[in-house]
């Protein structure tokens, strides 16, 4: 990747699918590219390296962990970029070795790891990076506070089809755009448009992992809503919120949820739960509305408000609009993300360790009684020396210096 110059920062992905990251990611990489900035890829995802506007290589399994190795090593980039946690793994070897002589690590923290376990795992995980690039505070809370050097940034996002046009309702169409999984609570969603006698689901995204999930949905979803629910698989990217009279987000634990971005920019209202990291990108009420996370009947409610009342949805869509382009904009945000990676601050585990360590022995003192740590004084103390016992059996006062001069010497 040194062709041309050497690549200021290096990507690094796993995944087999252009998903809703990959997407970010190349947005990221054509607006540095915009601006005389040059990044490159590793990456498994065929479509992903075809797309990528840099110098990318394709590369999975043990071709990849060679060719991040050479990258680190010899290619010598200012920061390379993990975008998949299990490949997190393969960096801890990179971040032993002394600063001077490897690139700054830099971990793309765009997932949401559900329950004890998870939350254990990416907290150690990001210890083998020097900063950390967090898509929401929602994610970034899976960080430990200790760390130190982890920077939340909304995702860029370059406005589609319908940017700048005035809402109009569209029908009672309800969509749920990105990838069917279990994960996404879509059936929530069928639940909420069930309470709402003339509205229809409309599913937009290909299937996840976990094909036979798929299948299921697709026969409790028609078995309940009939012919109101409609799977339209993947679709362009221009016609993600086409037609969609609001767009709904159902699961409390998506990172962030690029979908609702995308459909504010595109003019349509967002519906998401009042937790998570989707949460961060509407004001209930002002840039969308909001519904009690897991509740059918929430969500149902507040997909009333918007088909009900289309004047008022026009103010919240508007006032979303000028927000997300903000917040989401793609020049910004891609020279903010490579700004840090390159030169943020660096967390310092070893010395994170030892303030911890201090601050629990700290804790464990402050929390004994008072007595009982004057007790534990007083035991420390040296036992005083008995003084010698003067003949004739008296013992001197204390004090008394004088000599027995009958005393036997």
């Known amino acids: 990747m040194s062709r041309g110059g050497r690549a200021r920062a290096v990507f690094v992905s796993t995944s087999s699918i252009v998903w809703g990251a990959e997407t970010s990611l190349l947005t990221t990489a054509r607006h540095l590219q915009r601006q005389g ?46 975008c998949s946690l299990r490949l997190a793994a393969a960096f801890a070897p990179l971040r032993v070795l002394p600063r001077a ?64 046009a005035a809402w ?10 990105g990838r069917l999984d279990a994960d996404k609570r879509i059936e929530v969603a069928a639940e909420a448009v069930a309470l709402l006698p003339d509205a229809a689901l409309v599913l937009r995204g290909a299937s996840g992992m976990d094909e036979g999930y798929t299948e299921r949905l697709r026969g409790w979803a028609h078995e309940l809503l009939g012919e109101r629910v409609l799977f339209e698989g993947r679709v362009p990217r221009e016609r993600v919120v086409a037609g969609l009279a609001c767009v709904v987000v159902a699961n409390e634990e998506e990172a962030l949820g690029r979908t609702v971005a995308e459909a504010q920019l595109a003019g349509v209202p967002v519906v998401v739960p009042d937790r998570g990291g989707a949460r961060e990108l509407v004001e209930d009420g002002v840039t969308g509305w909001t519904f009690r996370a897991g509740s059918p ?34 020049d910004r945000v891609a020279r903010e993300y490579l700004r840090f990676a390159v030169s943020g ?26 007595s009982a740590r004057r ?22 006062a204390p004090g008394d210096t004088r000599r027995d001069l009958h005393a036997p010497r």
């Open 37 to 82: 900035e040059r990044v490159g890829l590793l990456a498994r995802a065929p479509g992903f390296v075809e797309q990528w506007p840099g110098p990318a290589r394709l590369a999975d399994g043990a071709r990849l962990f060679a060719a991040l190795a050479r990258t680190a090593l010899l290619e010598r980039p200012e920061a390379l970029v993990c």
């Open 101 to 164: 002589v490897r690139p700054a690590l830099v971990f793309d923290l765009h997932d949401y790891l559900p329950g004890a376990p998870g939350r254990r795992r990416m907290r150690l995980a990001m210890w083998w990076f020097d900063r950390v690039v967090a898509v929401s505070a929602f994610s970034a809370a899976q960080v430990s506070a200790d760390h130190g050097a982890v920077l939340v940034l909304a995702r860029p996002v370059e406005a589609g089809a319908g940017a700048g």
């Open 168 to 177: 109009e309702p569209r029908g009672r169409r309800v969509g749920v755009v």
């Open 297 to 330: 009947r929430s969500l149902a409610d507040a997909v009333r408000a918007v088909l009900d009342d289309p004047e008022g949805a026009a103010a919240v869509v508007a006032r979303a609009r000028e927000v997300a382009a903000v917040r989401h904009d793609p």
């Open 345 to 370: 601050p660096s967390a310092r585990p070893l010395r994170a360790l030892l303030r911890r360590a201090a601050g629990r022995v700290g804790e464990r003192v402050a929390a004994r009684p008072r």
């Open 375 to 396: 007790a534990g004084a007083h035991a420390r103390q040296e036992p005083a020396v008995p003084a010698p016992r003067p003949a004739g059996g008296a013992v001197p």
